[in-house]
């Protein structure tokens, strides 16, 4: 695999209801999968608050350092919805009302019923291009790397799975997962031994302690199926050479 | 309330698991709420990989920032477990084993189990005072105002709770919802005229499209009650004058 392209990405969600904790964000797993999958892998996430120069900032930061900038929030008709106009400051480029988001608008409601508020949906950065999705009436937009999404989830994801497959990836990261009930103290030396013999692969260790009990899951991810699946082989080696009982998931994509 | 000093922090989440997608974050939401009630608001949250110069790089950059800096994830006993060595290497001082560490790995391991992956969860920076838990043996440290705690959620809440009473705090935001089922683009020029008679507070709105329904969340927060039980009660009242019905939930620290 050497010399294949790796794609970045870093998602920007811009929130008050996330940052207080009111709201839990789905938006940052989901994002993260689809787009593993097409492989384009997430490599940073901010969340920040509804402030036009915490987003200007955030975005201009973060846009040459990743292929893809994804933001999530704020492009709704009411006065905290402010990403469009951020995102047009970020760029230097004024404010329009896009005619295509206009004529969505126009589709869906009545004349007496496209308000200020309304058009506000349809104003976006010059230059801008649609983000459609299915599931309620706002496009988001793209301007250059950066794309501009909704916050609420069903809207998000619809977007999402819009773009990804028209973007461009590498290839996707994989992963086995190998689960134990040895404590991690137990594992950790053979454990590391197994990541030095596989540098191309991403070895972790994440321990749970639930009500039902406590167990480890051994995550390797990696672009190399048959690399994947002799580490995960050499680790439930090492799990049973321990005394514990591996319980190989199903491989993920 | 003017002159209140206002609390800040930032939270650092540590996990190429968090950032894969495969694991929720649920120590955001979680550590928002708990010190959102002691006064300290959370201004930034950053998702970053297990890579020290990631991990350096983002905590020095907040640190000087916000009045506390959190991190969670990375400090068990295996190889990818990397948090204290890179805030050491952040604060420019050495890796040293701390003896409280190290006596309640004794209280709770024979002695042929106090291997080398375990003595490196009580290998800390120079100067780190514990972080105690009660769910999990690893303890977390603090070093000037930044706190490392873990990332698995059980110990984590607990590290949060056991932290936030003897943390300086400010007042409090509280906050009012009301709910309805207007469109957003109908509510909202009455709702920003509302923001603007009420400019110590933020109000937002958060629309859902669920199969039950769709709904809009008018949420209100800020540090004085009477100002928040004003503007929720004309929230009330604009929703009624379109022709909703607004629901108050009850009131939320």
Redesign the interface.
Known sequence: MAGERVYTASLV?IG???????????N??????RL?ARGI??????????ECD?IVATVNELRPKFDYVFTTGGI??????ITAECIARAFGVGLTLHPEAKRILEQH?RPE?I????L??ATMPEGAELVRNA??RVPGFRIDNVYVLA??P??MQAMIDGLVPNLAGGVP?R?RTVSCQLA??V???G??AI?RRYPDL?????????RSGYGVSL?L?GTDEARLAAAAAEVADLVRALGGTPQEEPP?A
């Open positions: 969600i008050n209801e996330i940052l207080s904790g009111r709201t839990q964000d789905l940052l797993a989901y994002a993260a999968k593993g892998r997430v490599r940073e996430v901010r969340v920040i608050p509804d915490a709704g008709p009411t006065h905290d919805d409601y019923q308000n200020a508020a309304r506000r949906m599931v309620s916050g609420v069903e809207v990261v992963s991690e103290g594992i950790a030396e454990l590391e990541q991403d070895i972790g260790s994440y321990p749970a302690f639930r995550v991810r993920e």
